[in-house]
């Protein structure tokens, strides 16, 4: 076999797995209701957690745990939000600039959505 035939089937197979592939329908939102599930967790959790245990630092690693979890879960839940819209916004901007600013608007709001929905729980 040929050189140059070899590098031809490696390219072709390349081409092959690189190829972009469209997720399950409902993953979007299966995603989110788990990212959500999480945030609520996290936050029961410390709400549940006394003030009074924090003088001994053993009890730290539950609650920091919620912590962690809770704030990683919230950002995946603000980036799932925000990702959604990402076509919209390519319409609507201008200029990459433009699409920059856009972007990190819905950001801060799909943030504040989601401050505003845990103070409702509080």
Same mark, same amino acid.
């Given at each position: 076999m ?6 031809g ?8 797995a ?7 329908e409902g993953l979007?939102?299966?995603i989110?209701?788990d990212?959500?599930?999480l945030?609520e967790a996290a936050?029961e959790e410390?709400?549940?957690?006394e003030l009074s ?6 009890n730290?690693? *539950?609650p ?23 076509h919209?916004?390519?319409e ?8 920059? /600013?856009?972007?990190?608007r819905?950001?801060? /709001?799909e943030?504040? *959505?989601?401050i505003?929905?845990?103070? *409702?729980?509080?």
């Amino acid at each position: 076999m040929s050189a140059e035939r070899i590098a031809g089937d490696f390219e072709a197979l390349l081409r092959q797995a690189f190829q972009p592939i469209e997720p399950p329908e409902g993953l979007g939102a299966r995603i989110e209701t788990d990212l959500a599930s999480l945030v609520e967790a996290a936050g029961e959790e410390l709400e549940a957690w006394e003030l009074s245990a924090m003088r001994d630092p053993r009890n730290w690693v *539950k609650p920091a745990a919620s912590v962690a979890v809770g704030g990683v879960a919230a950002v995946g839940l603000v980036l799932v939000r925000t990702q959604r819209k990402r076509h919209k916004r390519r319409e609507d901007a201008s200029d990459p600039l433009d699409l920059a /600013h856009r972007t990190l608007r819905d950001l801060a /709001h799909e943030a504040g *959505k989601l401050i505003d929905e845990a103070a *409702k729980r509080l």
